[in-house]
């Protein structure tokens, strides 16, 4: 079993940045994909990074250019830089792991960007 908590949401004005962390604990060695969601006051869930094991990230083309995926293997997180961060990226943040077999949540945590 794998817990994830998220960290690093807050209010930021437009333009600002955020860095958000999610750290794995249980059997976390088995991670080999790690994603970030957000679900947005439309109540809409968007993928918005993706990291594999080997390092190959994709986004959404609404955050390319402005957020970064990044994994620490050996601290089993993964970050979300968020960098010119816009009224539209306001929402609520979750990560999600996957081992193959299994995929688990964090409950999440909010970004707020403000005009």
């Known amino acids: 079993q794998v817990q994830l908590v998220e960290s690093g949401g807050g209010l930021v004005q437009a333009g600002g940045s955020l860095r958000l962390s999610c750290v794995a604990s249980?059997?976390?060695?088995?991670?080999?994909?790690w994603r970030w969601f957000r679900q947005t006051l439309s109540n809409e869930r968007e993928l918005v990074a993706t990291?594999?094991?080997?390092?190959?990230?994709d986004y959404a083309s609404s955050v390319k250019g402005r957020f970064t995926i990044s994994r620490d293997n050996a601290k089993d997180t993964v970050f979300l830089q968020m960098n010119a961060l816009k009224p539209e990226d306001t929402g609520v943040y979750s990560c999600?792991?996957?081992?193959?077999?299994?995929?688990?949540w964090g409950h999440g945590t909010r970004v707020t960007v403000s005009s």
């Open positions: 990291i594999s094991s080997s390092g190959i990230t």
């Open positions: 999600k792991s996957e081992d193959g077999i299994f995929h688990h």
């Open positions: 249980g059997s976390a060695s088995r991670i080999n994909v």
